[in-house]
Antibody, heavy 119, light 105 residues
Framework: EVQLVESGGGLVQPGRSMKLSCAASGFTFNNYDMAWVCQAPKKGLEWVATISYDGSSTYYRDSVKGRFTISRDNAKSTLYLQMDSLRSEDTATYYC????????????WGQGVMVTVSS | IQLTQSPSLLSASVGDRVTLSCKGSQNINNYLAWYQQKLGEAPKLLIYNTNSLQTGIPSRFSGSGSGTDYTLTISSLQPEDVATYFCYQYNNGLTFGSGTKLEIK
C-alpha cells in the first residue's frame, strides 16, 4: 500500500525557515517524480514544487522560486521541502504527492501538514 | 493555463446524474485529471488523462472532453460523493481549478 506521511509543520514567524519531510513507503520511491502541493485555509489547491525521480531536476511555482527548495533522499525514501523567508501568504496545508506513471498528475497524496506563518 | 469550474456549488438528489464542468483558457490536449476532496481529507485521484478511471474508483465516475472543455460525470449520485471536486491540467504548467462543491439536496 502506498503511504506518504508528512511531518515538520507548525507555527513559524514571518521571515523564518521551516523544513517539511515526507516519508514514503509501499512503492519504489526512486522510480517516481515527487511534488509538494499546498492549500491555503478554505481555498483551492496550488502546485508548489516538483523533483525528478533521481533528484537531477527541480521545478517551482513562481511565488516560491528562490525561497523554497525541494530535495529527496532516495536511500531513505524521503522527500523534503526547505522553506526560507516565509511569508504570511505561505500559510497553508502542504501535501506531499506522487506524480503518476502515465502523466504528470498526482496519483497518491499524504494526509498533509499545516504551516502557519504568523508573528 | 487557467481552469474555470462550473458550477461552484451544486445541489443534487441521491440517484441523480451529475455533471461538473471544467474549461481551460487554452487547449489542454486531454492532459486533465479530476480529484475528489472530502472535508478534512487529502484529495483523491478519480480520473486522469481525461477519461482513465483510477484503480479502485467506482465506475459511476467518468470523464470526457477535448480541447478546452472537460466534464466529470457521476452517473448515480451517492451520499458518500459529497465533496469538493477539482479539475487539474498538466499540459502547460500545473494548475488546478477552483473547485465545485457537491451537496445532497
Amino acid at each position: 500500500e502506498v503511504q506518504l506521511v508528512e511531518s515538520g509543520g507548525g507555527l513559524v514567524q514571518p521571515g523564518r525557515s521551516m523544513k517539511l519531510s515526507c516519508a514514503a513507503s509501499g512503492f519504489t520511491f526512486n522510480n517516481y517524480d515527487m511534488a509538494w502541493v499546498c492549500q491555503a485555509p478554505k481555498k483551492g489547491l496550488e502546485w508548489v514544487a516538483t523533483i525528478s525521480y533521481d533528484g537531477s531536476s527541480t521545478y517551482y511555482r513562481d511565488s516560491v522560486k528562490g525561497r523554497f527548495t525541494i530535495s529527496r533522499d532516495n536511500a531513505k525514501s524521503t522527500l523534503y521541502l526547505q522553506m526560507d523567508s516565509l511569508r504570511s501568504e505561505d500559510t497553508a496545508t502542504y501535501y506531499c504527492a506522487r506524480h503518476g506513471y502515465k502523466g504528470y498528475y498526482f496519483d497518491y497524496w499524504g494526509q498533509g501538514v499545516m504551516v502557519t506563518v504568523s508573528s | 493555463i487557467q481552469l474555470t469550474q462550473s458550477p461552484s456549488l451544486l445541489s443534487a438528489s441521491v440517484g441523480d446524474r451529475v455533471t461538473l464542468s471544467c474549461k481551460g483558457s487554452q487547449n489542454i490536449n486531454n492532459y486533465l485529471a479530476w480529484y475528489q476532496q472530502k472535508l478534512g481529507e487529502a484529495p483523491k485521484l478519480l480520473i486522469y488523462n481525461t477519461n482513465s478511471l483510477q484503480t479502485g474508483i467506482p465506475s459511476r465516475f467518468s470523464g470526457s472532453g477535448s480541447g478546452t472543455d472537460y466534464t466529470l460525470t457521476i452517473s448515480s449520485l451517492q451520499p458518500e460523493d459529497v465533496a469538493t471536486y477539482f479539475c487539474y491540467q498538466y499540459n502547460n504548467g500545473l494548475t488546478f481549478g477552483s473547485g465545485t462543491k457537491l451537496e445532497i439536496k
